[in-house]
């Protein structure tokens, strides 16, 4: 059975940082992703990381925000710095099976950042 948790999340002052992380069990997974969404927007990708380490980001977190893995602990993490009230969201860890291809989605976590 697949399952995506996450953790990390809480209430910070702006200029501060967070790590977020993402365990994935269950599955072999080809991409893990993190994204958000804030209320009444539209959800967004902040970033990306595929299976041969490959990442993406969201313009909105370029230079901010840092995705890595640890393959031996099946955890992805999101490293947040010089977090902006604007990055105050829901952030919810996705994965797509290697063989299935299908998506899965962890609960979310609340990160909220204060001015």
């Known amino acids: 059975q697949v399952q995506l948790v996450e953790s990390g999340g809480g209430l910070v002052q702006a200029g501060g940082s967070l790590r977020l992380s993402c365990v994935a069990s269950?599955?072999?997974?080809?991409?893990i992703a993190w994204y958000r969404q804030a209320p009444g927007k539209q959800r967004e990708l902040v970033a990306s990381?595929?299976?041969?380490?490959?990442?993406n980001y969201g313009d909105s977190v370029k230079g901010r925000f840092a995705i890595s893995r640890d393959n031996a602990k099946n955890t992805v993490y999101l490293q947040m710095n010089s977090l902006k009230p604007e990055d105050t969201a829901v952030y919810h860890c996705?994965?797509?099976?290697?063989?299935?291809?299908?998506?899965?989605w962890g609960p979310g976590t609340q990160v909220t950042v204060s001015s």
């Open positions: 996705a994965a797509r099976g290697a063989l299935s291809n299908s998506d899965y």
């Open positions: 269950g599955s072999i997974f080809s991409f």
């Open positions: 990381i595929t299976s041969g380490s490959t990442t």
